[in-house]
C-alpha cells in the first residue's frame, strides 16, 4: 500500500511520527499491535480510510478468538454440526431442547473429564510435599495399615461429571425416544423403546446397549442391591476418593475405594481412568447416534410431506 502511494519508509516515519526501524518492524510483522491512533495516522498518511489498515489486525485478532475459543469451547463436528445445522431446522423447538441439553452437556464433560485429571496432578504433588515432610500422622489409616489423603476438589469435581454424564444421557434419551413418539427419560427406558421398534431401533440400540454396558457402575445403577459410584457419592457426606500413601511412597493417581458394600466392582479404581471411560463412553453413544437418528428424522418429515401434499392434492 506505502509502495503504490510512492512513500518511502523514511517519509512515512516522520508523517506518522515514529522510526524508520518502527515502520521496518510493523511491514515485516515483528511488530503485531500498533495502538489504533497509530494506524489512524499512517491511514491518514496513506490517504486510505483506517479500515483498509484495520482489516488485516481485526483478521488476526479473529484467527486468534477462534484459537482460544476452541480451547475452551469444544466443537465437535459429529455432535455440533449435526445439531445446529442438520437437526435444529427440522424439529420442533420442545424437541430439539433434549438435543441441546444433550450438546451443552456434553462439553460440560469435556471440561469435568479434564479438570479431574488437572487436580489429580495437583493433589499429587501435595501428597509428595506431605511425605517430604515426614508427618503423616494426622491422615487417617486403611484397614492395611496405609494413610489416605482426601483430595477434596478433585472429588467435587469427579461427582459433578458423574452427574452431568446421567443428565446427558438423560437428554439423549428424551431426544431419540420422541422420534419413535415415546418420552423415555432414562437409557434403560429407551433401550425398551429401540427393542420394540425392530428393525428401525437396532443399530441405535447397539450403540446404547455398548454404551450402558460401559457406565454401569459408574453413572448407572447395576440393579439389585448394588449401585453406582454416581447414586452413592451422592447420597454421602463425601466422595470414597482418596491417595495412599506410605513407606512404599504413594499411589500414582487418585482412587476410589469399594469398601462400600453396595458399591459395584470395576475393572480399574484410578479415578482419571474412571473419568476418561465416562467422557469416551458417553461421546462415542452421542456421535455414533447421531446420524442415524438425523437419518430417521429426515424419513419422518419426508413422510410427513408427502402426506400433507396427498391430503392437498385429494381436496
Not at 454440526?81 to 460440560?108: S, W, Y
Not at 487417617?140 to 461429571?161: C, H, I, K, M, T
Amino acid at each position: 500500500m506505502r509502495l503504490g502511494k510512492g512513500i518511502s519508509q523514511r517519509d512515512l516515519a516522520k508523517r506518522v511520527g515514529v522510526s524508520g526501524a518502527y515502520v521496518t518492524m510493523l511491514e515485516r510483522g515483528v511488530r503485531k499491535n500498533p495502538s489504533f491512533s497509530l494506524l489512524k495516522r499512517v491511514a491518514a498518511a496513506l490517504d486510505v480510510p483506517v479500515t483498509d489498515l484495520w482489516a488485516d489486525k481485526v483478521r488476526g485478532m479473529g484467527e486468534s478468538i477462534d484459537r482460544l475459543r476452541g480451547r475452551l469451547e469444544p466443537y465437535w463436528e459429529a455432535v455440533d454440526g449435526l445439531i445446529d445445522e442438520n437437526v435444529r431446522p427440522i424439529v420442533e423447538p420442545t424437541h430439539f431442547g433434549h438435543f441441546e441439553g444433550c450438546q451443552v452437556k456434553m462439553k460440560a464433560l469435556w471440561y469435568l473429564r479434564s479438570r479431574v485429571e488437572e487436580l489429580d496432578a495437583e493433589y499429587g504433588r501435595v501428597v509428595d510435599a506431605l511425605r517430604s515432610g515426614g508427618d503423616l500422622s494426622h491422615l487417617p489409616r486403611s484397614q492395611d495399615g496405609a494413610r489416605l489423603y482426601f483430595p477434596f476438589f478433585e472429588a467435587v469435581e469427579f461427582e459433578n461429571l458423574l452427574i452431568q454424564a446421567k443428565a446427558c444421557l438423560d437428554c439423549f434419551s428424551l431426544a431419540v425416544g420422541r422420534v419413535f413418539q415415546n418420552r423415555s427419560g432414562n437409557l434403560a427406558a429407551l433401550m425398551n423403546v429401540l427393542r420394540k421398534a425392530g428393525p428401525r431401533g437396532g443399530e441405535l440400540l447397539r450403540h446404547t446397549e455398548s454404551a450402558e454396558a460401559r457406565l454401569t457402575g459408574i453413572v448407572l445403577d447395576p440393579g439389585g442391591k448394588k449401585k453406582s459410584i454416581r447414586d452413592l457419592i451422592a447420597h454421602r457426606e463425601r466422595a470414597f476418593i482418596h491417595f495412599r500413601v506410605g513407606a512404599y511412597g504413594r499411589s500414582d493417581h487418585a482412587l476410589l475405594a469399594f469398601d462400600h458394600p453396595l458399591t459395584a466392582r470395576l475393572p480399574n479404581n484410578n479415578v482419571t481412568v474412571v473419568a476418561n471411560e465416562v467422557w469416551y463412553a458417553t461421546r462415542t453413544l452421542v456421535s455414533e447416534s447421531l446420524p442415524l437418528v438425523l437419518r430417521l428424522l429426515r424419513e419422518q418429515t419426508s413422510s410427513i410431506g408427502r402426506t400433507q401434499g396427498g391430503v392437498a392434492l385429494a381436496r
